[in-house]
């Protein structure tokens, strides 16, 4: 990768000064960069960390000196992560190989594309549908019936089950799981758990009930829209009967769990260890932090923020922001905090005045 700063200003869509013709081959942190690498500077507080590498050129914030920072240089970012992620797609190119490998197993019921790439020890299965330009790497699997978009990257390992449909540049990261059986069981009688819920807790739990757990098998697999991406080892969990359906752009972190039937709107944000119990419906645009959980059957509005760690245990409106276990409006949480926080002096003020 060879690039002129000129021309990397020009794939960005920025503003360059100085010395266009200079070649850029990598990007690296302020303080770790070469001579021939881009320095990421895209806000004051990196200027320093300039002077510790030998970075000729830096993508750098508006109205930023870089001259006075010994650059020939400098590529402007109004918005710098915008640029960072600009750069990064410009600088990591998929290698151009399509073809099958010998060691691929391919059902002969299979329809393969135009340039899709098959890495060694994968396998698809029966009537799957896999669109031009695809990439399926090493030991990923691909299971019967299953429909592909154009531009899908399929990492290894991955596994994509039985009937799930995905559109366009769908991006799966090493040893996902889409399609797997939904964790749903039954008992014969009424189980303790079922009259828990009913009761809040009052009830009885009898020991005369059937303690065997019946399968309810998921046939609705997963349905995917246009420029999702799933991480590494998340798991989506397929419909019952209906499909379990991924929005168009909507993004999932590594180490989620989506179960079954749930619906996510378009261009949702899901990050690391968010749970989804079976059939959450999240509306459009929505973000979950970092091991958020949301109890089943609930109905979470379009534009609703989650802050990390935040349990939700009742619906959420549209636009709200939420906090907390279990999580209410954010101004409400951090005002119970601030009262939970100065309950011991309040117990020491009490116990003093009745002492007094």
Partial sequence: MNYTLQQIAEALGAEWKGDGSLRITGAAEPGMAGADDLALAMSPRYAEALQQGSARAALV????DWQAMGLAGAVIAPRGRLAMARLTQLLDPMPADPGIHPSAVIDPSAEIGADVHVGPLAVIGAGAVIGAGSRIEAQASIGPGVRLGEGALIHSGARLGRNVVAGARL???????????????????????????AELGQGSVSADADPTWHRIHSLGAVSLGDDVEIGACATIDAGTIRPTRIGNGSKIDNLVQVGHNCVIGDHCLLCGHVGLAGSVTIGDRSVLGGKVGVSDNLVIGADVVLTGGSIVLSNVPAGRVMMGYPATKIDTQVESYKALRRLPRLMRDLAASRKG
């Fill in 61 to 64: 914030w508006p109205d930023a």
């Fill in 171 to 197: 991006i799966v990261q090493p040893n996902a799981v889409i399609g797997g059986d939904g964790f749903s069981f039954v008992t014969e009688a009424e189980s303790h758990v079922e009259s828990a819920r």
